[in-house]
């Protein structure tokens, strides 16, 4: 059974800080995706990493996935309120396309 | 602007009853996913089909659940009989081949 572990579980913070938030696993996967999700609403996608090493920029969000495809990072920069919501992260392994997720990250940005 | 629907969007009953949640993956769409999401388990993939086949269902309990997809418009997810522990939020989600799969609102189940 493949594992994410994401951390930490819980994050507030106050606007304009910076913050990192981890995904982890002893599994290696061929892509790894980052979700947010919104209360009331399903995860939507922000971005899928595929190369080892690779990073991903989304304006002031920073995705890196690990050299041997086992984790992966996103560093959000200057957060605001609007980041505001639980950070997903899933793996995808395996042959018949399926993913893994994390149980997330509740980002909490303070005005 | 195409979205996955769900309905019913929440759903209260009591347990024994049986609990049908359906979802229209977006047009073009060949691959539909039901997940349940719940704080103590974060969210688990129940069954996934691809073009109407289910393909996995090893995450669903299978004494009380069953995932059809009738028709290329509509996936349905039944629980029956419902317990407490059902309890949970399901989301249905679509997407086209390897592709990433877009979510649905969701169907929040309290059973009684």
């Known amino acids: 059974t493949q594992l994410l572990e994401q951390s930490p579980q819980f994050l507030s913070i106050q606007e304009g800080e910076n913050l990192t938030v981890y995904c982890n696993s002893s599994s290696v996967f061929s892509s790894l995706q980052w979700y947010r999700q919104e209360p009331g609403e399903g995860p939507v996608l922000l971005v899928t990493v595929v190369t080892g090493g690779e990073v991903k920029k989304l304006k002031r969000l920073t995705f890196q996935f690990g050299d041997a495809r086992k984790d992966s990072s996103l560093h959000i920069t200057a957060a605001q309120p609007g980041d505001t919501g639980l950070y997903l992260c899933a793996g995808e392994g395996g042959s018949n396309y399926k993913l893994t997720f994390g149980k997330g990250t509740l980002l909490t940005v303070n005005p | 602007d195409a979205r996955v629907t769900q309905t019913p969007r929440h759903k209260v009953t009591e347990m024994g009853q049986e609990v049908t949640m359906r979802c229209q993956p977006i047009?073009?769409?060949?691959?539909v996913f039901w997940y349940r999401q719940t704080m103590m388990q974060g969210l688990e993939l129940l069954a996934y089909f691809r073009n109407r086949a289910p393909l996995d269902d090893s995450g669903m309990p299978k004494d009380r659940f069953s995932a059809e997809m009738p028709d290329a418009t509509l996936a349905t997810l039944k629980i029956q009989p419902s317990e407490p522990r059902d309890s949970a939020v399901y989301f249905c989600?679509?997407?086209?081949?390897?592709?990433?799969?877009?979510f649905g609102p969701g169907t929040r189940l309290t059973v009684l």
């Open positions: 047009l073009g769409h060949n691959t």
């Open positions: 989600a679509s997407g086209v081949s390897r592709g990433s799969p877009f």
